[in-house]
């Protein structure tokens, strides 16, 4: 019997803590007697910020190390998992991990009976609204929390690898036992605190397993591009054709590469406040992904399904609570934010602030420190009464 | 020939067990091996190799001098020159990397210098991919270094140690490439046994360059412009040296087995269920992991099929592959390369091997499967389709081009 899990985790920010649940999934369950092993796909690879990359773990109580690794060594992805583990969950939205993938379900792997456990805040039915419909139950089980960000050459230690450990033990103790995880955490460290993290999420994890049924979830709206065969494209190495020159005023008023969005990389997107707007360009100018389009009035419209989410336009904004990143999952759609604003400026003011809330968040991605949270400021509307 | 059994596990050889990737297994043995010099330049997958090597020199775990190069090609002839002076030195690359710094590889080989190499597996470009392809390690092939594959990250660690031990005979001081798979063994992590710093000195003498060695009470030249008075003499130098290293070769593995356990029963290939086979298939790196999963199912329904897993490419072990491969009636040479324009278009392992089995009275059916280019996975279900061809190959259903591609869109 094989168990195979996998470790859903945002690019360069948790890149550590991904490939860190790995190894210690190894070490836990060899310590258990089983035989066990770790990979990734696109980890190390072209891996980028905030892309939506996997981690693997292969357990097995029965097989030989050789068998195991002759069933999963050599795959780029597994073709189901019985644990499905989300430590951001606005990848619940989908994930596009490359070109040509296309944006797939986050439960695309999960297998019958299986289960997603999701690093959240939320309820359960506020990320089953995002998933993929199955055509079989399986469960899900949410580890509460805030998604623990940090950076390429950081680790932020702040007990998210002990709890979700803990966790996987809760939803599936045949790939570790909670006792083997608080056994292997004090050898390791020593550190009381580390196994109790562990054992306490493993009991709020248990009294949070439901089950999903087929009836849950929406009809999959992204495409998977089919790729073509050898015979089928055009010679001469892989020839991508340049998007088709065209610009027009207005939102969408720009052609972009309909093949690679790019857009389920972020975890927050940008409010814009267009009634501060100073009209100064920086944000259209400095967005590495070009995803604002001029509109006649002067302002900057912003496509949504191609914004990475990288903060670049809330900080060249130069207006105060102008442009602020607010978490993706607050968003069920990428209509134009212009066209709401034109339609009625007031009413778009008062969605604004109510997505942007009272909370400013920060990640100071170089010192690891990960979330800091401020007090944001109210600016009140500057539109014609 | 075959490596004596009877020598007995040995547990107080092994100090501990660690958690790592293929590239970190290489770069503990690179410890334990005690290397003087290392140079670095990154590109993936090997990168990782030198990421935990500068790692462990911060640590305090290993005194060398550790040189960031600007480009492969000096990267390289670092490693070359550092060895000149008679430091053990390590290098690696992968794919377009490696190529970029042939003209450094080349000469190493015809200076006879004795470095070690890890080769992560990666397709040259383009396009630009990190998948795992052989063409990049066998583009030395000709050129008279040591080249062999490991299959696991343990295999990996004890090739380190064996590959310096040979390289270094006074017998063979030839250069040497480890190569790898990219990612599915560079990356993947598992649990692998440490040996002794002890154990490890017992096994691998110091290196010694004797009277060639670069030195201020040594003065001598090496390498200087000679032309039609020189140049074939010392080819067949190099062809001697070459031969020699296979007798250095067995006798490395006895010695590795006498001081590790027994660890190795041949040198140069490991043959799986292969005593009454009727149809095997034979290759480089992680293959064998699909492969080998293939011949248990087929087994299950009364298929004699095995599977040969090639370690050594350089020097390439003729007669053993003869003496074992003549035995089928069918054989599958699986290529994760290919060489255009070639006979028969075939890959780089077909047409050596084919042109091995040649002299044989009765030769095997001989087939080859492209497959697994640039990192494409290849599953258990491709290849027991590999295996069919040879079963109705063998049963006289013979198909008529050499070549199938395996998992390709088509």
């Not at chain 1, 797939?104 to 999701?118: A, H, S, T, Y």
């Not at chain 1, 050898?230 to 998007?243: C, D, K, S, T, Y």
């Not at chain 1, 968003?331 to 400013?360: I, L, T």
């Not at chain 2, 278009?345 to 050596?352: A, V």
């Amino acid at each position: 019997m094989i168990k195979r899990l996998e470790i859903n985790y945002r690019g360069i920010f948790q890149k550590n803590l991904g490939k860190y649940i790995g190894s210690d999934i190894v070490l836990i369950a060899s310590s258990e007697g089983k035989v066990a092993f770790s990979n990734g796909r696109y980890s190390d690879a072209p891996e980028r910020n905030g892309i939506p990359c996997k981690y693997f773990a292969f357990v097995s109580p029965d097989l030989s190390e050789e068998e195991l690794e002759a069933e999963c060594g050599a795959k780029m992805d597994i073709d189901e998992a019985d644990v499905s583990v989300v430590l951001d969950d606005s990848m619940s939205k989908g994930v596009e991990p490359w070109g040509w993938h296309g944006i797939r379900p986050i439960n695309e792997k999960v297998r019958e009976k299986g289960c997603m456990l999701v690093v959240s805040e939320r309820k359960h039915a506020e990320l089953v609204k995002f998933f993929a419909k199955k055509p079989y139950d399986y469960r899900l089980a949410t580890l509460k929390g805030a998604a623990s960000l940090a950076g390429l050459w950081v680790f932020k230690d702040d007990l998210t690898r002990e709890r979700v450990l803990g966790a996987i033990a809760a939803v599936d103790p045949g790939i570790i036992s909670i006792e083997a995880v608080e056994k292997y955490l004090l050898k390791k460290t020593g550190d009381q605190k580390r196994a109790k993290a562990a054992r306490e999420a493993y009991d709020a994890t248990l009294r949070n397993i439901e089950r999903v049924t087929p009836k849950d979830g929406i009809d999959w709206p992204h495409k998977i591009p089919v790729l073509p065969k050898w015979h089928e494209f055009q010679e001469g190495g892989v020839v991508v054709p340049a998007v088709k020159r065209g610009f027009k005023m207005g939102p969408r008023g720009q052609n972009r590469n309909e093949m690679f969005k790019r857009g389920t990389s972020k975890t927050e997107r940008p409010v814009v406040r267009f009634d501060l707007c100073i009209k100064c360009t920086l944000c259209w100018l400095d967005c590495p992904d070009e995803c604002f389009d001029p509109t006649d009035d002067g302002l900057y419209d912003i496509h949504y399904e191609f914004c990475t989410g990288c903060h670049k336009c809330a900080q060249v904004c130069p207006v105060p609570e102008c442009i602020v990143m607010v978490d993706e999952m607050k968003f069920d759609n990428e209509k134009s934010p212009w066209e709401m604003h034109a339609k009625d400026p007031k009413a778009y003011v008062k969605w604004a602030e109510d997505k942007k809330g009272k909370e400013r968040v920060f990640y100071p991605q170089v010192t690891g420190t990960g979330r800091e949270i401020r007090e944001g400021e109210t600016v009140p509307a500057k539109v014609a009464k | 020939m075959k490596v004596a059994k009877e020598v007995k596990e040995k547990k107080e050889v092994w100090e501990r067990e660690e958690l790592l990737t293929g590239c970190q297994a290489v770069s503990h043995a690179v410890r334990l091996a005690d290397v003087d010099v290392i140079a670095a330049y990154p590109i993936r997958p090997y990168t990782e190799v030198m990421d935990m090597l500068s790692r462990l020199i911060a640590d305090g775990e290993l005194d060398a001098e550790y040189l960031i190069a600007d480009s492969e090609h000096s990267q390289f002839e670092i490693v070359k020159h550092a060895s000149s002076v008679g430091a053990r030195a390590f290098g690696g690359s992968s794919g377009t990397g490696w190529m970029y710094g042939m003209e450094a590889l080349v000469v190493t080989a015809t200076d006879r210098l004795p470095t070690l190499f890890l080769v992560g597996n990666r397709a040259l470009d383009d396009p630009g991919a990190f998948g795992v392809e052989h063409n990049d390690a066998m583009s030395v092939r000709d050129f008279g270094w040591l080249l062999s594959w490991s299959t696991t990250a343990q295999e990996a660690l004890e090739h380190v140690l064996i590959m310096y031990r040979v390289a270094e005979d006074k017998r063979v001081l030839m250069p040497a490439a480890l190569a790898m798979d990219g990612a599915f063994l560079t990356h993947s992590q598992h649990i692998v046994k440490l040996p002794t710093q002890e154990a490890v000195k017992k096994f691998l003498p110091p290196y010694d360059l004797g009277g060639r060695r670069l030195h201020p009470d040594n003065p001598v030249s090496i390498a200087p412009q000679v032309n039609e008075d020189w140049v074939i003499e010392l080819r067949r130098q190099n062809w001697e040296a070459a031969r020699r290293a296979k007798g250095v070769i067995e006798e490395a593995y006895q010695e590795f087995n006498a001081v590790f356990g027994p660890r190795y029963e041949n040198p140069w290939f490991t043959e799986f269920e292969t005593d009454d086979a009727d149809v095997v298939l034979i290759g480089l790196g992680t293959v064998a992991m699909p492969a080998r999963t293939a011949v248990r199912r087929l087994r299950q329904q009364g298929e004699k099929v095995g599977y040969v897993n090639l370690r050594w490419f350089r020097p390439f072990p003729s007669q053993e592959l003869r003496d074992c491969l003549g035995r089928f009636k069918a054989v599958g040479i699986i290529d994760r390369d290919f060489a255009h324009g070639s006979p028969d278009s075939g890959g780089i392992l077909c047409h050596d091997i084919r042109s091995c089995l040649y002299p044989l009275e009765k030769r095997p059916h001989v087939f080859n499967i492209i497959t697994g280019l640039g990192g494409r996975d290849v599953s258990i279900e491709e290849c027991i389709k590999m295996y069919n061809i040879g079963l109705d190959a063998a049963a006289g259903k013979v198909k008529d081009e050499l070549v199938t591609w395996i998992g390709l869109r088509e």
